[in-house]
């Protein structure tokens, strides 16, 4: 089944404990994102990337950092999580850059105390 | 600023009936807009699109309008069904070096028996 998945999917921790969220498609696409949605803002990119070892900043990526070394794989890295960090995140893939169509991964809500 | 407007945080109609989501822009650069929609604990999903050069698109129960004097687009679900509710995204690309995706807010459909 074509898919994108994210781990772990619910995650609480605390101010300044480094962690790493999780994200795989198995669609060979070369374009991933990171999405964070939180209330009145609706979905906004924190980091892209456009195929393996090309990354870049979306509109919020501070405090975030990301990697892509194999074409499936995209993780999320909070290196010192702080509270305003606490969202919900989703990763998302599509076949190119310039595919409109994103297949985005079930989410993974966050809660930093 | 948010490029993308939802103004309808939620909508509740009548099984059978028609339901309109709305959605407005501020960036006349847009090349295609995007509706996705999303149930709960799960991502969002792709819904239809439209390119900025139509002013039409159609998918079974599903059809988006756009009218680019007044930068506003539509999402018509006829009939609507109990299945439907869920929150709908309006999203719009961009290209400035890179393409670029901008979401709304979402509206929050609900679809009574």
């Known amino acids: 089944e074509a898919q994108v998945t994210q781990n772990p999917r619910y995650l609480i921790t605390v101010t300044g404990k480094k962690l790493t969220v999780t994200c795989s498609q198995n669609m060979n696409h070369e374009y991933m994102s990171w999405y964070r949605q939180d209330p009145g803002l609706g979905l906004r990119q924190i980091y892209y990337s456009m195929n393996v070892e090309v990354t870049d900043k979306g509109d919020v990526p501070e405090g975030y950092k990301v990697s892509r070394k194999e074409k499936r794989n995209f993780p999320l890295i909070l290196e010192s999580p702080s509270p305003n960090q606490t969202s919900l995140y989703f990763c998302?893939?599509?076949?190119?850059?310039?595919?409109?169509?994103?297949?985005f991964g079930p989410g993974t809500r966050l809660t930093v105390t | 600023d948010q490029q993308v407007k939802q103004n309808s945080p939620s909508l509740s109609v009548q099984e059978g009936r028609i339901s309109i989501l709305n959605c407005d822009y501020t960036?006349?650069?847009?090349?295609?807009f995007l509706w996705y929609k999303k149930y709960p604990a799960e991502g969002p999903t792709f819904l239809i699109s439209i390119s900025s050069i139509k002013d039409k698109n159609e998918d079974g129960r599903f059809t988006v309008f756009l009218n680019k004097s007044a930068k506003h687009l539509s999402l018509h679900i006829v009939p609507s069904q109990p299945g439907d509710s869920a929150v709908y995204f309006c999203a719009a690309r961009v290209y400035s070096g890179t393409y670029k995706y901008i979401f709304g807010t979402g509206t929050r459909l609900k679809v009574l028996a």
């Open positions: 998302a893939s599509s076949l190119k850059v310039s595919s409109y169509e994103q297949y």
């Open positions: 960036n006349s650069m847009f090349d295609y």
